[in-house]
């Protein structure tokens, strides 16, 4: 029987490009050891405010409530590049695209580090989200020259560089903030984000990228009817977003609660409590390997049992520290288990598309991390530590009935060409 399809399918000129794509070599270790580099330092842009937060707020005369809303606002701009910034990767040299990404996001971050206002700081935090979507970009280059096989291989490579970017803004941005200011942070990084965007200049390939039979608003329609039509992105874009929920909460409220009585943690003490996820390395990197030989269905299901299982250490706070650290490790490796599996099936399932889907799955990771933090931020102050676990603990199970729910559907999945 043949899917159901509304879209039209590819031109001939699609096909040979396609074609073409599955012949080209892999990546050299070192091009994709950049990608990874650059693609972490991408997203600690994104997350150096969650553990300042504190810091800003009370340098901008922001409440901790409010304070939330700097990671939502991230997360909004992210999306907003998702949409109308990664489909271009199928209209505009790679090279000029990235590298223009990079260079912009240095000028945000040096905004964010001079605000003198909350509104300079918000506009500075969108921007940031929007050109951070070059990780998507260089995720979806490392899928579409990396061989069927090898692909889960390619996508968890640069995932852990995305995984260890995340553990770096949380570990690294205290300690040097309670040395100098939040501030430097952000001027530093913006040093660091120039550095690579002049390493991507000199690395990528300067001839033309696939895609340029179609307009730009003919690719962004066909975003659109890949998330009204594709099963399979429905179930990976929920599990995505109830995922990536589940770390906002976390994150958004931990250095709250670390800073508080009984711990009274300072923010250099903070900070070294991001390298708790180094776990999401290995989980990451693992799943990659896993669903390549076929696994990534269980290896999701194992992921989120073992999120969920992560909340009962993280609710006993008055234990020892260590139980924070083994439930903080447990989450962060069974949420990139999960991201990578998903970004793996859907690569595979849609070849021609890998940008747009990645678009659109990645639509859900930040709203889910947008409204986690909010969610997060109001739970702390309702009812304290004990109140973001259970929230998060719910929005864990509830992934697992989820995707337990979906598991027999997903297999006879129907692929809907998006041409």
């Given at each position: 029987m043949q899917p159901?399809?509304?879209i039209p399918p590819?031109?001939?000129?699609?096909?040979?490009?396609?074609?073409?794509?599955?012949?080209?070599?892999?990546?050299?270790?070192?091009?994709?050891?950049?990608?990874?580099?650059?693609s972490g330092l991408s997203v600690a842009n994104i997350y150096y405010s969650q553990p300042l937060i504190e810091n800003i707020a009370r340098d901008l005369g922001m409440s901790p409530v409010f304070a939330g809303v700097v990671v939502t606002v991230t997360q909004f701009g992210y999306a907003i590049g998702l949409l109308f910034l990664v489909p271009l990767a199928e209209?505009?040299?790679?090279?000029?695209?990235?590298?223009?990404?990079?260079?912009?996001?240095?000028?945000?971050?040096?905004?964010?580090?001079?605000?003198?206002?909350?509104?300079?700081?918000?506009?500075?935090?969108?921007?940031?989200?929007?050109?951070?979507?070059?990780?998507?970009?260089?995720v979806a280059l490392a899928a579409a020259v990396s061989s069927p096989s090898e692909q889960g291989r390619a996508v968890g490579a640069v995932t852990s560089g995305v995984a260890l970017g995340v553990i770096a803004a949380?570990?690294?941005?205290?300690?040097?903030?309670?040395?100098?200011?939040?501030?430097?942070?952000?001027?530093?990084?913006?040093?660091?984000?120039?550095?690579?965007?002049?390493?991507?200049?000199?690395?990528?390939?300067?001839?033309?990228?696939?895609?340029?039979?179609?307009?730009?608003?003919?690719?962004?329609?066909?975003?659109?009817?890949?998330?009204?039509?594709?099963?399979?992105?429905?179930?990976?874009?929920?599990?995505?977003?109830?995922?990536?929920?589940?770390?906002?909460?976390?994150?958004?409220?931990?250095?709250?609660?670390?800073?508080?009585?009984?711990?009274?943690?300072?923010?250099?003490?903070?900070?070294?409590?991001?390298?708790?996820g180094v776990a999401g390395v290995a989980?990451?990197?693992?799943?990659?390997?896993?669903?390549?030989?076929?696994?990534?269905?269980?290896?999701?299901?194992?992921?989120?049992?073992?999120?969920?299982?992560?909340?009962?250490?993280?609710?006993?706070?008055?234990?020892?520290?260590?139980?924070?650290?083994?439930?903080?490790?447990?989450?962060?490796?069974?949420?990139?288990?999960?991201?990578?599996?998903?970004?793996s099936l859907l690569f595979r399932a849609l070849p021609q598309a890998r940008n747009r889907i990645l678009a659109a799955y990645m639509l859900f990771y930040s709203v889910g991390t947008g409204v986690g933090a909010l969610a997060s931020t109001a739970a702390f102050a309702w009812s304290g530590w004990r109140g973001v676990c259970q929230l998060g603990a719910a929005i864990s199970a509830t992934a697992l009935l989820f995707w337990a729910a979906t598991l027999r559907e997903s297999r006879r999945n129907r692929v809907v060409s998006p041409g």
């Open positions: 159901h399809c509304r590819m031109t001939i000129q699609q096909s040979v490009a396609l074609n073409d794509m599955a012949v080209m070599p892999a990546l050299p270790r070192r091009t994709l050891l950049l990608f990874a580099l650059t209209l505009i040299n790679h090279r000029r695209l990235i590298v223009g990404q990079l260079l912009l996001s240095a000028l945000a971050l040096v905004a964010v580090g001079i605000a003198s206002s909350v509104t300079v700081l918000l506009l500075g935090f969108a921007m940031i989200g929007l050109l951070a979507v070059v990780i998507q970009i260089l949380r570990s690294i941005a205290g300690p040097l903030a309670a040395l100098t200011s939040w501030r430097t942070v952000f001027v530093v990084s913006a040093a660091l984000t120039s550095l690579a965007a002049y390493a991507m200049a000199n690395s990528l390939p300067r001839r033309s990228t696939l895609g340029k039979t179609r307009s730009y608003w003919t690719l962004l329609r066909s975003v659109v009817t890949l998330l009204l039509e594709e099963r399979l992105l429905h179930v990976r874009a929920g599990l995505a977003l109830l995922v990536f929920a589940a770390f906002g909460v976390l994150w958004s409220s931990l250095a709250l609660e670390l800073s508080a009585a009984p711990l009274s943690l300072s923010q250099a003490a903070i900070g070294l409590f991001g390298f708790a989980g990451a990197a693992s799943a990659g390997l896993l669903a390549d030989r076929g696994w990534g269905q269980w290896t999701t299901g194992i992921a989120l049992t073992l999120m969920f299982l992560a909340w009962w250490p993280l609710s006993r706070n008055q234990l020892p520290l260590w139980t924070l650290i083994v439930g903080v490790g447990a989450l962060d490796m069974g949420g990139q288990a999960v991201h990578v599996a998903s970004q």
